[in-house]
């Protein structure tokens, strides 16, 4: 990139380290680090510690010898992906290894730090590492098929090795919440080191939590979708359906009413459709198609 001293559009040498835009987020982090770890630099021209911290991470990855890829994405040109991973401040780092974040900070970083994270990330794929990113996709795989304490053992096992990993932290967590625990979720997230306290997957748990505290008031769907029928601009019947709905698991029909009060009402109770729809897609995956679609329509309602 210019401003980092590179040709726009090319790879730096040892072809590590590459320029994408959104377009090309899927294949070339997603999908590639099911291969190998793929580091993402959120950057833009006019970020003074953008110019130090990326030529560092250029150094040090490149110094891997191709056991860790890198990519940069200049959110002015990117704001999609950026706001779909959260991205607040820059620069903005993630690390993603099995297709999902694993690790990542915020701000400049020392080169000794630097090199460090670097080091740490190429470990995850496995090739002399750790197998960390395994461990972690397991216990994903655990949870998922309701396998609870097995995955909160792995995911505390991870953290023996590692005390350093967003993604073990906020598995350890969402078992808790799995279990109805979500002051133990809350006390995971809390022992996180602060330099990985604002990590994407920290960040979704948190917003995880908040909606887990609101599924515990939610009323009956069956009425509350009875008094939108016979109300629609009843809105805080409709954002009240949306928490039930989300409580029940029915996410999409959830983000479907929030969107629904949007469009009648977007001022309403300051703003709280809109807010509720980001807790709900910071909540998600990055890459999961409710939070992608929602996204989309809300940003065609905004401008509109």
Request: a negative charge.
């Amino acid at each position: 990139m210019l401003e980092l001293g590179q040709t726009n559009g090319a790879a730096p040498a040892g072809g590590n380290v590459k320029d994408i835009s959104e377009a090309d987020f899927m294949a070339e982090v997603v999908d590639a680090s099911q291969e190998v770890p793929v580091i993402v630099d959120f950057w833009a021209p006019w970020c003074g510690p953008c110019k130090t911290l990326g030529p560092a991470l250029e150094e040090a990855v490149n110094a891997m010898g191709g056991k860790v890829k890198m990519v940069k994405v200049n959110v002015d040109e990117n704001q999609q992906i950026a706001g779909q991973l959260r991205v607040q401040s820059i620069p903005t780092v993630y690390a993603f290894s099995g297709g999902q974040p694993v690790d990542g900070f915020q701000g400049a970083l020392p080169p000794s730090q630097v090199k460090e994270f670097v080091q740490k990330v190429a470990a995850m794929g496995g090739d002399g590492g750790d197998g960390l990113a395994d461990a972690i996709a397991a216990a994903e795989e655990m949870l998922d098929v309701g396998q609870v304490d097995d995955a909160a053992q792995t995911f505390a096992a991870i953290l023996e090795e590692d005390q350093a990993l967003a993604a073990a932290y906020a598995g350890l967590a969402k078992c808790h919440i799995a279990k109805g625990d979500v002051e133990g979720a809350e006390a995971v997230l809390n022992g996180a080191p602060a330099e990985i306290s604002h990590a994407a997957e920290i960040d979704a748990v948190h917003a995880q939590i908040a909606l887990a505290r609101q599924a515990e008031s939610a009323g009956p769907v069956d009425e509350l979708r009875a008094k939108v029928e016979a109300s629609p601009d009843d809105h805080q019947a409709r954002f009240d359906l949306a928490q039930a709905l989300y409580a029940s698991g029915k996410t999409e029909e959830a983000v479907a009413e929030l969107l629904e009060l949007f469009r009648r009402d977007r001022e309403w109770n300051d703003g709280a459709a809109k807010q509720q729809l980001f807790t709900i897609f910071e909540a998600l995956a990055p890459n999961d198609p409710i939070a992608l679609t929602g996204r989309r329509k809300l940003s065609s309602m905004i401008l509109a």
